[in-house]
């Protein structure tokens, strides 16, 4: 059964700072993992899309990469703006079942 | 081009009620997908939809029970609801199941 784990589960950084989020799961034969954004109260919204056969995607400040061997990616977030805030998720699909969704990372970035 | 809506976006029900939630997914789109949100448990999957076909089911009682209809809607409903049902329910829709994922903004549901 895939687990997925993102560390650390809040992070609090001056505005500014480059940072890096987590994400690790149990079993390597994924299809694809979807990194999101959640603004309190509301649904998500898709950052960053990486299928199985690539080995990083970017967009504007985000970039996203994958291992699959060591079952890790990473969100790497340039020059931190207050706006960044909210809690960011990362989400594998393994064929043809559910996404499966870690508990995300609850981000803070201080003017 | 219009994103996943979701309808209604609050409700408060009582206790032994039942609900039905609705999500429209973005035009094209043949699948969709549900999931419950609650601060305990985190997202947890519910049901997932592919051309009028229920492809996966979640770990939930038969209280909940999903259809998706042959212009792609979709429809959750809950019945005899319980305390524990309060959560945010969030629907997603993608071209096929494997596909990148759009959420919608979610139904508030309140259970008293």
């Known amino acids: 059964k895939q687990e997925v784990t993102q560390i650390p589960a809040a992070l609090s950084v001056p505005e500014g700072e480059n940072l890096v989020l987590n994400c690790s799961f149990t079993?390597?034969?994924?299809?694809?993992l979807q990194w999101f954004r959640q603004d309190p109260g509301k649904g998500l919204t898709s950052l960053l899309l990486?299928?199985?056969?690539?080995r990083e995607q970017t967009s504007g400040r985000l970039n996203a990469s994958l291992d699959k061997s060591s079952g890790r990616s990473t969100l790497y977030i340039a020059a931190s703006q207050p706006g960044d805030s909210a809690t960011y998720l990362c989400?594998?699909?393994?064929?043809?079942?559910?996404?499966?969704f870690g508990k995300g990372t609850r981000l803070s970035v201080i003017a | 081009k219009a994103g996943v809506t979701q309808t209604p976006r609050y409700l408060i029900k009582t206790r032994g009620q039942q609900v039905t939630l609705s999500c429209s997914p973005i035009?094209?789109?043949?699948?969709v997908s549900w999931y419950q949100q609650t601060p305990g448990q985190g997202l947890q999957f519910l049901f997932e939809?592919?051309?009028?076909?229920?492809?996966n089911k979640g770990n939930f009682p038969g209280r909940f029970s999903g259809r998706q209809f042959s212009n792609s809607r979709s429809e959750m409903n809950v019945s005899t609801l319980e305390l524990g049902d309060s959560a945010l329910y969030l629907c997603?829709?993608?071209?096929?199941?494997?596909?990148?994922?759009?959420f919608g903004p979610g139904t508030r549901l309140t259970v008293t």
């Open positions: 990486i299928q199985s056969s690539q």
């Open positions: 989400a594998v699909r393994s064929g043809n079942t559910p996404l499966v």
């Open positions: 939809y592919f051309s009028e076909t229920q492809r």
């Open positions: 079993d390597s034969a994924i299809y694809n």
């Open positions: 997603a829709s993608a071209q096929s199941p494997s596909y990148e994922q759009y």
């Open positions: 035009s094209g789109h043949r699948s």
